[in-house]
């Protein structure tokens, strides 16, 4: 009960800080002509990257549960008093977070790179 508790104000306290990506699907507001005339760039954007922002909002979201996991490990392991149980614990969600992160972390690279090739096919 306590973990959905934390889950859930953390699930309220990301949703508050992530940029919301509006869609008007076929909507034409006429924005982009009068931009156009005023001299500013339009805001025209394509699938790919509109899939990117997505994949990378999603890999922000991962990267601060994982903050969250190292700090709750490292609470875990000061607050563990010495015993050899709550340790073990402690050090094993400390290393889950850290194998977490580099997976986080490759999954950036390949889904920059990937969507980086997307964007050049498509010009």
Known sequence: MKWNKLLAIL???????VPQIPVFAA??????????????????????????????VF??????????????????WMTSMGEEKKVKHAKDTVMNATIGLFIVLASYVISSYTFKQLGEIIK
């Open 11 to 17: 699930g309220l306290l990301v949703s508050l800080f």
């Open 27 to 56: 909507i034409d507001t006429g924005i982009d002509a009068t931009a156009g005339k005023a001299g500013f760039e339009t805001t025209e954007t394509n699938i790919p990257i509109l899939v990117s922002k997505v994949v990378y």
């Open 59 to 76: 890999i922000t979201l991962l990267g601060i549960l994982l903050m969250v996991l190292f700090l709750y490990g490292g609470y875990e």
